[in-house]
């Protein structure tokens, strides 16, 4: 049986033209962009060109964009660079942050005297910025770094991070947002933000996985985590995954050349689901703002008891719909969900998150409705 895949926050399938274009370089490009002969150089030049590309599409300059094995690392040497290199010795951030945020958030609180603060969230899940600025009025003594998502991962509450990149530079304090999971999905233009660091990891549109890169804004100067090698300009060691360099920029290139396009046919996507949900099935409510500002690939449904309950995960699974409960990357069910509990969801009912694509479609959607109505009505007509 085909499955249906909806569960593209934790991953996506590769494009077909990404695939393409990272097969052709794999036959033809070996060298170590590194060495200084001929085979090296043409690698150093698919390098090079990669970065000019990226960097353009957030209007960056390529020299302030990295490389890294993905959101996880590029997270990590925001976080753990501004308190060794940038004399950081307070971080804002969220409860609900992914993990590469908030744990290493924790742990560099643990283990450095650095002071950790975390801003309260309103009853819907949303940063509350009148919090965020008393805590900056409250410690102008200290140089503080603010590191809060774009969207959310498990229930899509979006920051408006225009506001909040204001908000930075009137307190003077590093700004750092975690857009794993928009880069490619919306527009950026780091120069209008004025913000200092953003992170970007391929496989969330349809690029490879364990590539992605880091934003640092040229104002910034940062030292390595990873040391051994003077790659990336000094910035991090090791060879270049020449290959998932190339299928992050030509998955980038795809994602902006047809962003509108997507964004509408995406929204209406969930716009569908969220309206057959609604109509059909007693009870149903939402985790997050599902139709305030959202993330349009993501829509966290809290269902009602029933006698499956812990099992609503599984039964998905059985008939060939892939979703995930609370956080895939912490994937299985949703009693791990660091983010719900943050929001006071209700525990004691399922929640599953759906997340879809470009590649999904409205029959999908309708046989998905199927088995939910199935499930909570004893009746499947559509
Ligand atoms: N940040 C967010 C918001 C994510 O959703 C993820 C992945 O799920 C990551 C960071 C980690 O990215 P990566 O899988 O590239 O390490």
């Avoid at 962009?33 to 390098?47: L, N």
């Avoid at 975690?178 to 919306?186: A, L, N």
């Avoid at 060879?239 to 992050?248: A, D, K, P, Q, S």
Wanted: proline residues 3%.
């Amino acid at each position: 049986m085909n499955k249906i895949y909806l569960d593209n926050a934790a991953t996506t399938p590769l494009d077909p033209e990404v695939i393409t274009t990272m097969l052709e370089v794999m036959k033809n490009t070996y060298g170590n962009p590194s060495a200084v002969h001929a085979i090296g150089r043409q690698a150093r030049v698919v390098v090079e060109e990669a970065r000019k590309k990226v960097a353009s599409f957030i209007h960056a300059a390529p020299a302030e964009v990295f490389f890294t094995s993905g959101g996880t690392e590029a997270n990590n040497m925001v976080l753990r660079s501004a308190v060794k290199d940038l004399g950081v010795n307070h971080i804002i951030t969220s409860p609900i942050e992914h993990h590469a945020v908030i744990d290493t958030a924790e742990l560099i609180h643990q283990q450095n005297n650095v002071l950790l603060s975390l801003v309260k969230l309103d009853g819907s899940g949303s940063v509350d910025l009148v919090h965020l600025e008393e805590i900056l009025a409250t410690h102008t003594d200290k140089k503080t770094l603010v590191s809060l998502m774009h969207a959310n991962n498990e229930i899509g509450n979006l920051l408006p991070l225009k506001k909040v990149a204001q908000l930075c530079k009137k307190y003077g304090v590093y700004f750092h947002s975690d857009t794993v999971q928009t880069m490619g999905h919306y527009t950026f233009d780091v120069r209008d933000l004025d913000i200092d660091f953003l992170t970007c990891s391929a496989h969330k549109f349809h690029g490879p996985k364990g590539v992605g890169f880091l934003f640092v804004n040229q104002n910034v100067q940062l030292k390595p985590i990873i040391t051994g090698g003077a790659q990336e300009r000094n910035m991090r060691a090791g060879t270049e995954n020449i290959y998932g360099i190339v299928g992050l920029a030509k998955a980038m290139e795809i994602a902006y050349q047809h962003l509108d396009e997507h964004q509408k046919y995406i929204q209406e996507l969930k716009t569908y689901l969220i309206e057959k949900l609604e109509q059909n099935i007693a009870g149903i409510s939402f985790n997050g703002n599902p139709k305030g500002d959202s993330l349009y690939t993501v829509l966290n449904v809290l269902f009602p008891n029933s006698e499956m309950d812990e099992m609503l995960l599984f039964n998905f699974d059985i008939e060939g719909v892939c979703v995930s409960g609370g956080s895939a990357c912490s994937s299985g069910s949703n009693t791990g969900s660091h983010v719900l509990r943050a929001i006071n969801a209700d525990m004691n009912k399922p929640s599953i998150r759906f997340s879809f694509s470009k590649y999904n479609t409205k029959e999908e959607l309708d046989y998905t409705m199927n088995l939910i109505k199935n499930w909570f009505t004893g009746s499947s007509k559509n």
